[in-house]
């Protein structure tokens, strides 16, 4: 008897930036519950890319302050195992899509040419784009707010 295939719907496409990579595996705030959740069941995929891997060691090698449940090993640890990389590829954003920050354009960017759900952050200046990110199909949001996966 042939077996029954189930699909299972595809994994919501999420560009974490580098404080909410932060607030996930080094502070681990209960704030992050929902997305370590849809990461480790596989109803999310994070994405990211060779410049913010570099932003996020350059953080941990700065040092962050005060007795925290991670280190910079459990970050390391957690973006291999969670991070999915990919290569960016330099193409135009919309000019609504500009950040102010212009350290932050990165994760706009990615987010926009891996067609991602979401873009989780806790810079007010990539938020400041929510509108026009919905405008495109993408949801700009912190974790707190964020609608979570869809499946």
């Known amino acids: 008897m042939p077996r029954a295939v189930v699909s299972r719907p595809a994994a ?16 681990r705030d ?15 995929r994070w994405v990211a890319s060779t410049a913010m891997r570099d932003e996020i060691e350059h953080v941990m090698a700065r040092g962050l302050r005060g007795e925290w449940p991670g280190n910079a090993s459990t970050v390391a640890a957690a973006w291999e195992r969670w991070a999915t990389m990919v290569a960016t590829v330099d193409r135009p ?13 990165k ?13 989780l952050s806790a810079d007010r200046a990539v938020l400041r784009l929510a ?3 919905r405008a495109l199909g ?6 707190e ?3 979570g996966p869809t499946a």
């Open 12 to 27: 919501a496409v999420l560009v974490l930036d580098t404080n909410v990579v932060l607030d996930l595996f080094y502070f």
């Open 30 to 44: 209960r704030r992050c519950d929902l997305l370590a959740v849809a990461l480790a069941d596989g109803r999310c």
């Open 93 to 105: 954003t919309p000019s609504a899509m500009r950040c102010t920050d212009t350290d932050d354009q």
């Open 107 to 119: 994760f706009i960017d990615l987010a926009l040419q891996v067609d991602a759900s979401a873009l």
């Open 131 to 133: 509108r026009h990110g």
């Open 138 to 143: 993408l949801e700009i949001s912190t974790v």
């Open 145 to 147: 707010r964020w609608s």
